[in-house]
């Protein structure tokens, strides 16, 4: 018997797998830079949720982002520093962030 997936997994797996098609999008410490995103800008167009990612870019909304595809605040801070760097990591691809999210959720 074939088991159901909740929204959030078909939303996380979902944006893995646009994370793994879109990476001529990727921008870098903004949401979006004209019709560029980063990993959680593309993770709010694919639940739809755009508008969300175009308001204030603080940690209440990234937290709301990652939500969506069930990443705890920890992921998503991670997320934010693979997709940005920092100083003692180099930015990461989108492929590189999209096996790193799906490393961390059983399949």
Same mark, same amino acid.
């Given at each position: 018997m074939a088991t &159901?997936?909740?929204?959030? &997994?078909? &939303? =996380? +797996?979902a944006w893995? &797998?646009?994370l793994r098609r879109q990476g001529h999008r990727q921008c870098? =410490?903004?949401?979006y830079v004209g019709d560029m995103a980063c990993a959680l800008g593309l993770l709010a167009e694919? /639940?739809?949720? =755009? %508008? *969300?990612a175009s308001s204030d870019e603080d940690e209440a909304t990234f937290n709301?982002?990652? %939500? *969506? /595809?069930?990443?705890?605040? +920890?992921?998503?801070e991670? $997320?934010?520093?693979?997709?940005?760097?920092?100083?003692?990591r180099r930015p990461h691809t989108f492929a590189e962030i /999209?096996? /790193? $999210? %799906?490393?961390?959720?059983p399949s």
């Amino acid at each position: 018997m074939a088991t &159901t997936k909740s929204k959030k &997994t078909l &939303t =996380r +797996l979902a944006w893995i &797998t646009e994370l793994r098609r879109q990476g001529h999008r990727q921008c870098r =410490r903004a949401y979006y830079v004209g019709d560029m995103a980063c990993a959680l800008g593309l993770l709010a167009e694919v /639940a739809g949720c =755009r %508008a *969300l990612a175009s308001s204030d870019e603080d940690e209440a909304t990234f937290n709301q982002i990652g %939500a *969506l /595809a069930g990443l705890d605040d +920890l992921m998503v801070e991670e $997320v934010i520093d693979l997709n940005d760097g920092n100083p003692d990591r180099r930015p990461h691809t989108f492929a590189e962030i /999209a096996d /790193a $999210v %799906a490393g961390w959720f059983p399949s």
